[in-house]
């Protein structure tokens, strides 16, 4: 057994540049003679652009270049794409207004980039662009959700209604029949909160013309750089694939935020080449980055659950309107409709179910995915909706819940939601979760906080998630405008060292330390002498990135079948050196053998040979690297069950959460330590959005919240110590490894945990944030409403 292969907790290996502060991040790439770049953004959320005078802003000192939505259109740039097309019900495809890199005639929210300044230094950059000066007519904005169908204000002149589609899912005559024939109907009306995503590393980009090559290079912020690279050049036309380079070095962060194009790395990039080839650079501001990254979440919706007379569930109907923002996003049409209607099953065997989804544009910052993407909208929806159904009828929110899991003995299982889960054990989870919860006392714990004057709830949380993204095939006749496959290269060197090369890229996720393990699982060699290159287009095999929590899944899979073809081409040239037949040759931790004798050689060997090659096998090539593709067939399904408990203060409002399990089933796991780690980090996620955070905006469109000072953040203090449990015994049919994914199942389950946890503690539902003052009035409303009884 290899000392540090799959399975085995170690300590990551980027972490020694991480804590010591030698990471290298965009904003610390500086080169010789470069200029900087300031965005002035639109001050309105709605306005005509009248004029731009630039000749005062390219009076100012240091000044190279002042760029505008005119200039990009005079150099035949294109406008920033949607990379996924949905059609709506009647079969019509989605109505997309232009998305221009600066805005060109209009501007549609507020940050919306109006021109760009090119200069010597950041300072003289700012200043140059507060000073131009560009005359808007201010027209009324349309801000609200709720509003925007019938607004009579069009974000967009091509989209009538402000609608971008209308897009259905499910078996809508089924789900009437059987709600005609319900013993019980639960209704909720609820919505999923606006997210700003705070990445610790804002965004950043630093593009380079070489007049010599007539080649560019952008580093960027990025979580994906190959397709950063495919949209740059293919739809915005920066230049050539071949004639662009991209570089995601260290990431801090992304969260969904960092997957999609922006308009910022394509123009830096392109202004390089206005004034000559100097590198342009830029970096947000924090207070820039609110209004500028893509938002999150952003949803309202009804929803109803029909039950029989035993409780069982017979049908699920779902109406949501999704805000889309002012423009489409790179990925924002697939979140509210195939990623997140697929997932209304849940993990329950509801038979029936039907959704319908409106999305529309408001003149407000775009939305797009954000850590689970789709997936925590539809695990809040059904998991809230659970729990009022099982307390509207008087079961236990726990039992309700198990009488209506899918039994494990069911799988494969078919949803009516058109995804197919391979393999899952819901009991499982939920058994382990109640008992380090201990459900069972909590009524002695809810008094005891009485006694004290304080109110006590507990919640439950069933998710599941799909990771991984479907086939190509599949996504691709849904809509998809790329492939999800992962690739991979493994190269040895002449004295036995690993270099991997991965089209994925990790900002966090811990990539160098897990797929450094696979590698030395696989081949049997020293974990210590893998070393995994990524995010460098001009380095690594053309890749799909990182998101959905797709990496281990995808990548890894890529990577493991790069590492049998090493395994295969190495039986050979050992079946030689050994003087056997190929048949004969055995392998295992690192050693070729030769069956039932005591003959071998090292992997490290093989390698050698295989670039010395003065004693080799007639006819096989010399040196020893193999690439491999994966198309997965299937998403893989984690699931598990989160038990939040709390207890309010009535005179405040206050929540303080006491206690939180959850327990995962990620199938077979690489890493526990990191595996934790990312339950962590989802859970702080989703703590934040269930108890502080919300992005505001006032009826003109400005954003309320911008800043930390109007923004609620989670702080360590406000958390608990988290009981985080993995459980196995289902591993994913997927891939080889057995593994699904795990960095976003934290913010999927927990937000409804925690919900349930403050409705239990004080008898009505809050909508998220459950702020302080929202609790408080919810508890004094409900007095009322008693004492008036």
């Known amino acids: 057994m290899v000392e540090k292969g799959i399975g085995v907790r170690v300590v990551r290996k980027e972490d020694q540049r991480f804590v010591t502060g030698k990471g290298r991040y ?85 940050g919306d980039p109006v021109a760009v300044i090119v200069a010597d230094t950041y300072q003289q950059a700012k200043d140059a662009g507060e000073a131009l000066e560009v005359e808007y007519d201010v027209l009324e904005p349309v801000v609200s959700l709720a509003d925007a169908h019938d607004a009579g204000v069009l974000v967009h002149d091509e989209v009538p209604n402000n609608l971008v589609y209308d897009w259905e899912l499910g078996d809508k005559a089924a789900v009437d029949a059987a709600f005609a024939k319900a013993a019980h109907v639960s209704r909720i009306d609820l919505v999923n909160n606006r997210l700003v995503p705070n990445a610790m590393e804002p965004r950043a980009a630093v593009g380079h013309y070489d007049p010599g090559s007539d080649s560019f290079t952008c580093y960027v912020t990025s979580q994906n750089p190959h397709v950063h690279r495919l949209v740059m050049s293919a739809f915005i036309g920066i230049a050539p694939e071949h004639k662009l380079r991209v570089v995601a070095p260290d990431v801090g962060g992304g969260f969904g935020s960092k997957i999609f194009i922006y308009s910022e790395e394509c123009v830096v990039t392109w202004a390089s080449k206005k004034i000559g080839g100097r590198p342009v650079k830029w970096t947000a501001e924090r207070g820039e980055a609110f209004i500028s990254d893509a938002h999150g979440r952003d949803h309202i919706t009804h929803a109803e659950l029909a039950l029989d007379a035993e409780g069982n569930c017979l049908a699920l109907r779902v109406n949501t309107k999704a805000n889309l923002g002012a423009y489409m996003s790179t990925f924002s049409s697939s979140i509210p409709t195939y990623l997140y209607a697929t997932l209304l099953a849940g993990q329950y065997k509801t038979p029936a179910i039907y959704a319908d989804v409106q999305a529309y544009y408001t003149n407000t910052v775009p939305v797009d995915a954000y850590r689970g993407a789709g997936r925590p909208e539809a695990s809040f929806l059904l998991e809230v909706l659970m729990d009022q159904a099982a307390r509207e009828i008087g079961m236990d929110p726990a039992e309700f819940r198990r009488k209506n899991f899918i039994p494990k003995d069911a799988f494969p299982y078919q949803t009516p939601v058109a995804l197919v889960y391979d393999v899952g054990n819901y009991e499982a989870t939920l058994d382990e979760a109640l ?155 690192g050693q070729f053998s030769v069956a039932g004798t005591d003959k071998s050689v090292s992997m490290a060997q093989v390698a050698f040979t295989a670039y010395v090659p003065h004693n080799y096998p007639q006819g096989l090539e010399p040196g020893l690297e193999e690439s491999a593709f994966f198309d997965p067939p299937n998403f893989t399904y984690p699931a598990g069950t989160y038990v939040c408990e709390v207890e309010v203060d009535p005179a405040t409002g206050v929540v303080q959460i006491v206690r939180f399990v959850a327990v995962d089933d990620f199938g077979n796991v690489v890493n526990p330590m990191i595996v934790e780690g990312q339950v962590h980090g989802g859970l702080a996620q989703g703590i934040g959005q269930a108890l502080l955070e919300g992005a505001v905006y006032d009826e003109g469109g400005q954003l309320l919240t911008g800043s930390y000072m109007d923004y609620g953040m989670p702080r360590a203090d406000m958390l608990p110590d988290f009981e985080v449990v993995t459980v196995s015994g289902t591993a994913c049919t997927a891939n080889s490894l057995g593994v699904k994914g795990c960095g976003e199942a934290g913010a999927i389950g927990s937000p409804p945990a925690v919900i349930n946890a403050i409705t239990d503690a004080i008898g009505v539902r809050v909508e998220m944030p459950a702020t302080p003052e929202k609790v408080w009035r919810a508890i004094q409303s409900t007095r009322l409403a008693r004492a008036a009884e």
Not at 53 to 67: C, F, I, T
Not at 536 to 549: A, F, I, L, Q, R
Request: aromatic share 6%; proline share 4%; glycine share 12%.
């Open 26 to 110: 965009t904003d610390d790439i500086n080169q010789p003679g470069q200029a900087y770049a300031y965005f002035v953004r639109s001050p309105h959320a709605h306005a005509r652009i009248v004029s731009i005078d630039k000749a005062s802003a390219e009076s100012m000192p240091g000044v190279l270049a002042v760029l505008t939505g005119e200039d990009c259109a005079a150099d035949g740039l294109g406008n920033n794409v949607c990379g996924w097309l949905v059609k709506s019900k009647d079969g019509s495809p989605m109505k997309m207004g232009p998305h221009p890199l600066l805005a060109q005639g209009k501007v549609r929210y507020v």
């Open 435 to 589: 008992r380090l919860a201990d459900y069972k006392n909590f009524p002695a714990r809810r008094a005891e906080s009485e006694r004290r004057g304080k109110l006590r709830g507990i919640g439950i949380s069933c998710y599941i998630e799909a990771c991984g993204i479907a086939p190509s095939s599949v996504v691709g006749s849904l809509g998809a405008g790329v492939g999800l496959w992962e690739s991979a290269k493994v190269r040895f060197t002449h004295t036995g060292k690993v270099q991997v090369f991965t089209g994925t890229h990790t900002h966090g996720q811990g990539h160098e330390t897990t797929f450094a393990q696979v590698v030395a699982d696989k081949l049997g060699v020293p974990y210590e002498d893998v070393e995994v290159i990524h995010g460098d287009t001009d380095k690594t095999p053309v890749g799909m990135g990182t998101y959905g929590s797709r990496s281990l899944a995808v990548g890894g899979e890529a990577l493991v079948k790069a590492c049998n073809k090493i395994v295969e081409k190495g039986k050979k040239i050992a079946a030689h050196m050994l003087e056997a037949a190929e048949a004969d040759i055995e392998f295992k931790n």
